[in-house]
């Protein structure tokens, strides 16, 4: 058994929408339009309606609605279009997972509160293209929901052992498997042809200092992913930042008095990004 078997698995279990399939081989178009890409998209209502969602919700910050999938692809990009497909494909797309493994609106709880907050961050940086860290805080973690749907025997052992901690999940992974959830989740993001950036992210998250390459996304998202945790475990700022490894705050710039006062702010956007996402397309929203 190995990370890329795993993924190889996941096909049979896993129906990936046809949009996703459709953006990622226009994308390897040299002739690629943004004007084909978003034909594609509108297709399919449900990816549609969540992408324009997004593009009109508080973390783009827009002043007037964008209402046409051809004005989102103006907006966002071929690029970060491609990645926000992959994001909501995977919200569509994981089902099925045993509800004594991981509940599920927690899991995207957490998924989306890391991206926004991922996002902000790299805009206090001066990042640019800020949006592919949405989408890399987003999927940070998929490679639990693939070991969970493909060996949830293994699953129940290694959660077993952790008993609720998640601090020593990829440990407890790495005793069980020979391997963990960030390269299951890398080899993933490798198979979906995401970008490099996203890919060492998802490998290197809880490791921020074996990352090689892409060592500014990683950070961020090690980051925030220590925010959106504590924050869904009831930590006070100063606890949340204080799981952040040390070494990040010189490889970002920021620091914890830069970072506090806007902690209430991510977490207020997360929650309407969040709703935004993965609330019913029939849902009126506030």
């Known amino acids: 058994m190995s990370p890329d078997e795993l993924v190889r698995d996941i096909d049979q279990l896993v129906a990936l929408p046809e949009v996703f399939i459709q953006v990622n081989q226009m994308m390897e178009q040299p002739n690629c339009s943004s004007a084909k890409l978003a034909e594609i998209i509108s297709a399919d209502t449900d990816i549609s309606s969540r992408l324009l969602r997004l593009v009109n919700s508080s973390m783009y910050g827009l002043r007037s609605t964008v209402d046409t999938i051809s004005r989102a692809v103006t907006i966002a990009g ?3 279009l491609r990645n926000l497909v992959s994001a909501t494909s995977a919200v569509r797309s994981f089902k099925g997972i045993p509800e004594h493994l991981i509940n599920m609106e927690d899991y995207w709880r957490h998924g989306v509160t890391t991206g926004v907050i991922a996002k902000s961050l790299a805009q206090q940086c001066n990042v640019l293209h800020s949006e592919r860290l949405f989408v890399a ?26 008993g609720g901690d998640e601090w020593i999940l990829a440990d407890a992974e790495d005793h069980v498997l020979g391997f963990n959830h960030m390269e299951v989740g890398a080899a993933l993001m490798k198979s979906w042809q995401l970008p490099d950036s996203i890919i060492s992210v998802v490998q290197n998250h809880h490791n921020p200092t074996r990352a090689t390459d892409y060592k ?71």
């Open 78 to 80: 071929t690029e970060e």
């Open 137 to 162: 805080g987003m999927l940070h973690d998929v490679g639990r929901l693939v070991i969970y749907l493909t060996i949830p025997d293994k699953a129940t052992d290694i959660l077993s052992i952790t």
């Open 216 to 286: 500014l996304d990683v950070s961020l998202v090690h980051m925030a992913l220590a925010i959106a945790r504590g924050q869904m475990t009831g930590l006070s700022v100063e606890e949340m930042l204080w799981a952040i490894e040390p070494s990040i705050w010189q490889e970002t710039g920021l620091s914890p008095e830069k970072i506090t006062p806007h902690v209430d702010e991510m977490l207020k956007m997360s929650l309407d990004t969040m709703k935004m996402i993965l609330s019913p397309i029939d849902q009126k929203q506030a």
